[in-house]
């Protein structure tokens, strides 16, 4: 059984981490997978992306939860029946979860160099403090931080570049810090972030507006 981490963030809120290495008919067993869960499953057409979906499944078992007791919105936002908060994230070979008392929202991502190549479709104010050192890592937790700020946020009409601010920080730090401006709407978020095996996660933690001491 792969699980890859464990991070147990606060005592309401936990991380699980899984490396995808079993096969799509390994990653089947003991989950009881809904009808629901089938039928997306076989509609997949990547194998990578089955295996991905079926590996969060094993994810929210080793969580305590069956597969029953995941659902989707009418946005494609996951629940959970018990109203925990969970959010949910595969990249390759790897998948996540974490579920929390509290909204919360993770994303993983592989660091390729394309990101590069894209930057200026997510990143506005972060300009202001990028250099070309260790740029492709610094974008992918930029990227994986405004990814998980849209889940936690999930409205639609959202933009990464117009309304998501990543505040500068150090690749060991492990954390920054990143605002939502939507609208009439002003939200800030703690982001701590790890980098495993080429990959980055990054998960959002709703954060007290009070100035940082």
């Given at each position: 059984m792969p699980l890859y981490k464990t991070i147990a963030v606060n005592e309401?809120?936990?991380?699980?981490?899984?490396?995808?290495?079993?096969s799509y008919e390994e990653l089947l067993q003991d989950i009881n997978p809904t009808a629901a869960c089938l039928q997306r499953v076989h509609s997949m057409k990547s194998d990578i992306h089955r295996r991905g979906f079926l590996s969060v499944r094993?994810?929210?078992?080793?969580?305590?939860?069956e597969a029953e007791a995941l659902y989707y919105d009418t946005n494609g936002k996951p629940h959970l029946k018990d109203n925990n908060y969970i959010s949910i994230t595969h990249s390759f070979g790897f998948s996540a979860v974490i579920i929390s008392n509290a909204p919360v929202g993770i994303d993983i991502e592989k660091q390729?160099?394309?990101?590069?190549?894209?930057?200026?479709?997510?990143v506005d104010y972060e300009?202001?403090?990028?250099?070309?050192?260790?740029?492709?890592?610094?974008l992918t937790v930029i990227w994986c931080a405004k990814e998980s700020l849209y889940k936690v946020f999930a409205v639609k009409g959202m933009s990464f570049k117009d309304h998501t601010k990543v505040i500068p920080f150090l690749l060991e730090d492990r954390q920054t810090?990143?605002?939502?401006?939507y609208g009439n709407q002003i939200q800030k978020y703690q982001v701590p972030f790890l980098e495993f095996e080429g990959f980055t996660c990054a998960y959002a933690l709703r954060a007290p507006l009070s100035p940082e001491k």
């Open positions: 309401n809120t936990t991380i699980r981490i899984w490396k995808i290495e079993e094993q994810l929210l078992r080793a969580s305590g939860y390729r160099e394309k990101i590069t190549v894209i930057a200026d479709k997510f300009f202001g403090y990028l250099t070309q050192e260790d740029l492709v890592r610094k810090a990143s605002w939502i401006h």
